[in-house]
């Protein structure tokens, strides 16, 4: 079987742009591979945050995992800061990284920018953490979001120069995109982002959900209910091929945009009810699970304890070919 590595950081609330840009893809993908998941804890230090807020934060992450359909008793689904090998791969991988080449990184810039008072080693060298998170199991595909695309070369990019350097050691992987790799949020300006706050929250109520829905920008051409719009200048068109079937998508919303045959609102109602379809019984998984979350626990326990062993001849195999195996005769 071949490997399939991907993680996300533990932010709190799922966003839509998360499920339908990823997570959703991970639940059907979790049976052709030998699958890792990762909640990233140790990525998410990188920028300011509470330390108490931190265990919860993983426990919801997880919980929101298995609620979407990642089991946690199939699928290895764990906690990185409980596989060391992470961070000492990291270094190794450090050491054959141009600083350049990191400081290029998109989004490094983008959070650097962001966070301008904490712009931390760490920081920089998120990527390589990323390298040899998929890199320890030997990953060879990884689904992610469009964002993502970008490390996922430059992890091919470390494989390369290590396999280079110390002999053939690790697979190039590849990124796998869904058909919506990049979600736009609410504001229709950016992609769909907790520290944009223009998110869709994946466990939100229905009423939650609507009083973001229903203030969100459509085709500015739409001023008034008569007016005919374009459904590809629309962002809530956009969010309409997540969820809405054939051929309602077509026949109802695209055409009845064009005509005019419907107006926004009734066009976003639309888009409500077919969302709330989908995320109304994640929601109530979550429930059930967030009452007993010891069983999950247990999984992750297990799941750790798996990835140690996996990592762990990783870097033995890694050292060996560095030089750094315990060779010595006394
Ligand atoms: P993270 O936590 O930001 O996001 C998790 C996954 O969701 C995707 N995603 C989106 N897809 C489409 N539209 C959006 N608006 C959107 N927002 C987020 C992301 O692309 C990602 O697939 N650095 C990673 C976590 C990571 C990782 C890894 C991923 C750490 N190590 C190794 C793959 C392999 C991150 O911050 O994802």
């Given at each position: 079987?071949?490997?399939?590595?991907?993680g996300?950081q533990?932010?709190?609330?799922?966003?839509?742009?998360?499920?339908?840009?990823?997570?959703?893809?991970?639940?059907?993908?979790?049976?052709?591979?030998?699958?890792?998941?990762?909640?990233v804890?140790l990525h998410a230090i990188t920028i300011?945050?509470?330390?108490?807020?931190?265990?919860?934060?993983?426990?919801?992450?997880?919980?929101?995992?298995?609620?979407?359909?990642?089991?946690?008793?199939?699928?290895?689904?764990?906690?990185?800061?409980?596989?060391?090998?992470h961070a000492d791969l990291t270094w190794t991988f450090n050491t054959i990284t141009p600083l350049g080449e990191l400081e290029r990184m998109t989004q490094f810039k983008d959070k650097s920018a962001q966070h301008r008072k904490n712009v931390n080693v760490g920081l920089l060298d998120y990527p390589v953490l990323q390298a040899a998170d998929i890199l320890i199991?030997?990953g060879?595909?990884v689904?992610v979001g469009e964002d993502q695309v970008q490390h996922v070369e430059f992890t091919r990019e470390v494989a390369r120069r290590f396999n280079a350097r110390y002999g053939?050691t690790f697979p190039e992987c590849e990124a796998?995109?869904?058909?919506?790799?990049?979600?736009?949020?609410?504001?229709?300006?950016?992609k769909?982002?907790?520290s944009?706050?223009?998110?869709?929250?994946?466990?939100?109520?229905?009423?939650?959900?609507?009083?973001?829905?229903?203030?969100?920008?459509?085709?500015?051409?739409?001023?008034?209910?008569?007016?005919?719009?374009?459904?590809?200048?629309?962002?809530?068109?956009?969010?309409?091929?997540?969820?809405?079937?054939?051929?309602?998508?077509?026949?109802?919303?695209?055409?009845?945009?064009?005509?005019?045959?419907?107006?926004?609102?009734?066009?976003?109602?639309?888009?409500?009810?077919?969302?709330?379809?989908?995320?109304?019984?994640?929601?109530?998984?979550?429930?059930?699970?967030?009452?007993?979350?010891?069983?999950?626990?247990?999984?992750?326990?297990?799941?750790?304890?798996?990835?140690?062993?996996?990592?762990?001849?990783?870097?033995?195999?890694v050292?060996?070919k560095m030089?750094?195996?315990?060779?010595?005769?006394?």
């Amino acid at each position: 079987m071949k490997v399939l590595f991907t993680g996300i950081q533990p932010t709190g609330l799922l966003h839509i742009g998360n499920y339908f840009g990823a997570v959703r893809n991970w639940v059907s993908l979790q049976h052709q591979y030998r699958t890792y998941i990762s909640v990233v804890d140790l990525h998410a230090i990188t920028i300011q945050y509470e330390p108490r807020e931190m265990p919860g934060a993983v426990q919801e992450m997880v919980l929101q995992l298995a609620a979407c359909g990642i089991d946690p008793e199939k699928t290895l689904l764990f906690v990185q800061s409980e596989v060391p090998g992470h961070a000492d791969l990291t270094w190794t991988f450090n050491t054959i990284t141009p600083l350049g080449e990191l400081e290029r990184m998109t989004q490094f810039k983008d959070k650097s920018a962001q966070h301008r008072k904490n712009v931390n080693v760490g920081l920089l060298d998120y990527p390589v953490l990323q390298a040899a998170d998929i890199l320890i199991y030997k990953g060879e595909v990884v689904p992610v979001g469009e964002d993502q695309v970008q490390h996922v070369e430059f992890t091919r990019e470390v494989a390369r120069r290590f396999n280079a350097r110390y002999g053939d050691t690790f697979p190039e992987c590849e990124a796998l995109l869904t058909a919506s790799p990049r979600i736009m949020g609410l504001d229709g300006q950016a992609k769909m982002s907790k520290s944009k706050d223009n998110t869709i929250g994946l466990l939100e109520t229905r009423e939650e959900v609507w009083a973001k829905l229903s203030v969100a920008p459509t085709d500015p051409a739409r001023v008034r209910r008569s007016d005919p719009g374009t459904p590809e200048k629309c962002n809530i068109y956009s969010y309409h091929k997540l969820v809405t079937p054939e051929p309602q998508l077509s026949q109802t919303v695209a055409q009845g945009c064009r005509t005019a045959g419907i107006g926004c609102i009734d066009c976003k109602k639309l888009f409500l009810d077919n969302l709330m379809k989908e995320l109304d019984p994640i929601r109530e998984r979550y429930g059930q699970l967030a009452a007993r979350p010891e069983k999950v626990r247990e999984a992750l326990d297990a799941n750790a304890a798996t990835c140690r062993a996996d990592a762990g001849r990783t870097i033995l195999e890694v050292k060996e070919k560095m030089g750094l195996a315990r060779t010595w005769k006394i």
